[in-house]
Structures are given as C-alpha cells and as structure tokens.
C-alpha cells in the first residue's frame, strides 16, 4: 500500500533540509527524496564549504607574499596542493557527515533516490541501492533540487576540455595557467584562489563589467584590485569567437574580440564559469502541472513559495531568484510554515520571504559584499536616495592592515533618511557588512547608525563616514 505524506521533500540540500525540519517541528508527516550521489547539499559539498577553504589557504599564501612590506623576511614560500585539498576534505567530511545525520536521524522518511512526478499528489522515487521504484502520495511538496553548471555552446570548447569548479575544487595538482570563461561570485572567487598561490589567471568576461548586475563603481574597484595583481589579467565586454587545443603542447587558446578587435589568450587549462541552471531535468514537471520561466527555467512562484499549483512549493536555486544558500533556507522554512497552514495544522497567516534584506559576498581578495538595494534598483523602484561612499586607503586600520582597496558605499533614503542598501569592496567586505544588515533590520536611519559606538580603529568605523554625510540635520 502507497503511504501518504503530508509534505514531500524533493531534495535534502540546504532548503530541502530546513524545510524538513521546519515541517517535522510543525507535526508534519514528512519523507525527503534525495537524488545526489552523496548526501550533503551543494554549499557542503561543491559550493560554499569547500571553495571557502582553498581560499583561505590561497590568501594566506598571498599574505605570506607581501611579508617584506611589513618589515618581516620568511624562507621560500612553497605551495602543497594536496595537503591545501587533504585539509579542504577532512573538514568538508566533518559538515557533510553532520547533514547525513540530520537527513536520517528519524525524524522524517529519508529516501535515497530520484523523484518524478506521475499528477499533482503522485511521484514515482526509484532508490539508487537496486533501482526498485515505488509510489509515493502527498498531500503538500516542496521542490528544492538546486542547480547544476550551465552549458553555453562554445565553438571547440568541448573538444578542447575544459575544467569546471568542480574540478578545481578537487584537484592535487593546479595548471602554471588558466583562463577563466567568466566573472561572476564562482569565475572571480576561483579565478583569486588560483593567483592567491601563484598561478598564472586571465579572466575574460562577456559583459562590460565584473559582477554583472552590480553597480558600476563597486565592479570597477573590484577589477582595478584585481588587474593589479602580479598573476591576472582582466578583460570585458568580450565576445567569444572559439576555442583551440594544440594537440602537441596541449596548451588551449581562446580566441574572442572586445572593443579593441579580435584577441588570443593561451593558458595550461579553461576553467567553465558562465553560470549555474535549475535541476529540473526528469522530474516530469508539466504532468504536475508545474510551470517554469521561459528564460532560464526556474520554477515559478510567488513570494509565498507556491507554484502556480497551490499545495506545491519551491525554495533555493530551483526557483531562485537568488542563488544564496541563507535565502534559500528561508525559502524552505516558509515553504514548510505555509504548507502547515494549508494541512490545518496552523492557523497563523501565510509567510511570504522578503528579499528587502538580500545578502551576498563575494570571497574575491578584496572581498565585495552587498546589502539592499544597489543604486540601480533604488531608481528602478522610484526612491528618492542619494549615496555617499568612502575610501579604504584613507581609513586608518586598513591603512595598517596594509589593505587600501576599495570602498564603502551607503544608500540613503533623502526625506526619512532610512538606510536603504550599503555595498563594500574591500578588506573583510563579508565580515563587516553585517553592521548595516543589522541596522537595516531595523529599519535604522544614518541618524540612528551614528549613535552606535564605534571602537578606534577597526574596520567597522568606516561606515560612520558615508553615514555622516548622508545624516539628516534638525
């Protein structure tokens, strides 16, 4: 006999899992089918975690670098990628063993399979251990599959090979050379661990700037750090003709034009960094009646999470529109909230995921992080705001930290002086953006932000200086 849930989890990433566990805490009968060849999640296993350790043995060999500068001499410098992947695997061990217990702890039904859906309460799960499948009911589900590495036609690049972060990731021994196909968080993050240890990077981007979408000023303080390091070289607003490999060398050579006319670059290796698209792929969606966008194929639904059928919800890469695993765990949790309601087990209102807040950072060197509105959307949504911005190589602890790049930028809204958005480029971007996220919360305003002590010198006081400016008198 089929057993019936009232809510399925399809997925046990990190959305998957909060929303399991949200849903088990609400008195939901739960099972969560997990298709990944290990348990764990993206961010575990081959995003956040991981990337986050090869960076940090990446910039503590470029500290070591700059030692001269700060009266210091040590020996020769030398770089071990297997003991820098042995140490990134003993620690990823010990976050992904902790998720594999939480999946299967007990406290919902775990399944080791795939799911495709048969109607809108039907999927048909087909476990890995001997390929046997069987029926499962729902009376609620969540989508929560993540996403993969996006495939973007390139002439030769498939005949040529080509690394992806997975790849990177992984591997003991690291090309003297690599060209980096893009510049985003994943392409730039990659593109400084390799620097960071001395390799040779050039990254080509197909949009005008890095970090497409930002504002300008953040992505051009961004590039001139980056352009001025020993190992990189930049370029933008490229358009990619092909990719060759000379069979006797095997270097690989991209061949691609920008505004100054046709150009070649040739490098060890390519690392594949265009961007990530929904896992969708044999879920049979459509006979669940599910929709997805047109351009790029995430699932649709509202800010409730619901898909365009009401009893199932969405949350993390899947449906987006932010790809950051703290957002998609909200998304999960409120999934699990809502879908509570509609099993009559909550009678409290429905939850909708506010994106006021959005976060995201960026572990380049220097770091970017951002939170709120950028200049751009502060236009589009018709604020009346102004901007004021201050330098790191002005500010005097990163002055001593010997750290100058960059700035902090705070967004204001001119007639209440509500702190709109703040970006920042520059020493422990990710670290210190936290402040404004806090204040942001509370709804604060740069009046309100300068009554906050400040201890001399930290980073942190930085940010009285744009808020100083955009302060409202009277």
Not at 201 to 221: E, F, M, N, W
Request: net charge negative; hydrophobic share 40%.
């Amino acid at each position: 006999m089929n057993k019936t849930y009232d809510f399925l989890v399809i997925g046990g990433g990190s959305a998957g899992y909060a929303a399991a566990r949200t849903a088990h805490d609400l008195g939901l009968s739960t099972a969560v089918i997990d298709g990944a060849a290990e348990l764990g999640g993206l961010c575990i296993l081959r995003g956040c975690m991981p990337s986050k350790s090869l960076i940090e043995s990446s910039n503590r060999s470029r500290a070591m670098r700059r030692a001269p500068e700060f009266g210091l001499r040590a020996g020769e410098i030398s770089v071990h990628t297997d003991e820098i992947i042995a140490r990134k695997r003993r620690l990823i061990s010990e976050f992904a063993e902790y998720r594999r217990g939480q999946l299967a702890d007990g406290r919902f039904d775990l399944i080791r399979g795939t799911a495709a859906f048969t109607g809108p309460h039907t999927v048909e799960a087909t476990r890995h251990e001997d390929g046997s499948t069987e029926t499962i009911e729902f009376k609620t589900a969540l989508i929560a599959t993540g996403s993969s590495i996006s495939r973007v036609p390139i002439k030769g690049l498939e005949e040529a090979g080509y690394w992806t972060s997975d790849e990177v990731l992984t591997a003991e021994i690291l090309p003297e050379s690599t060209i980096v196909l893009g510049g985003g968080a994943i392409a730039l993050e990659m593109a400084c661990y390799l620097e960071g240890l001395g390799k040779e990077v050039t990254v080509i981007q197909r949009s005008k700037q890095l970090l497409s979408g930002s504002d300008p000023d953040i992505a051009g303080a961004l590039a001139t750090a980056l352009a001025e390091r020993e190992n990189m070289t930049l370029f933008t607003g490229t358009s990619i003709l092909e990719v060759r490999r000379d069979d006797d060398t095997g270097m690989k050579t991209v061949i691609f034009t920008d505004e100054d006319g046709e150009k070649s670059v040739s490098a060890a290796e390519i690392l594949y960094a265009l961007g990530r698209s929904p896992n969708t792929a044999g879920l049979h969606l459509e006979t669940a009646g599910i929709e997805v966008e047109k351009s790029g194929g995430r699932i649709m639904c509202g800010h409730d999470q619901r898909t365009g059928v009401p009893h199932i919800f969405a949350a993390g890469d899947v449906c987006g529109p932010h790809e950051v695993v703290h957002i998609a765990i909200e998304q999960g949790e409120i999934a699990a909230h809502n879908a509570a309601i509609l099993r009559g087990v909550k009678t409290d209102p429905v939850r909708e995921i506010s994106y006021r807040l959005k976060l995201l950072g960026i572990f380049t060197d220097p770091e970017v992080a951002m939170v709120g509105l950028s200049e751009a959307e502060a236009r589009a949504e018709g604020h009346q705001f102004a901007t004021a911005s201050y330098p790191f190589n002005d500010h005097g602890k990163s002055m001593i930290k010997g750290e100058m790049h960059g700035f902090v930028k705070m967004i204001a809204d001119v007639k209440t002086g509500e702190i709109l958005g703040a970006s920042v480029v520059g020493p422990d971007a990710v670290e210190i953006i936290h402040e404004v996220v806090v204040a942001m919360h509370f709804h604060a305003t740069t009046n309100e932000f300068l009554k906050i002590p400040h201890y001399h010198p930290t980073l942190s006081e930085i940010w009285t200086y744009p808020a100083e400016d955009l302060s409202i008198s009277g």
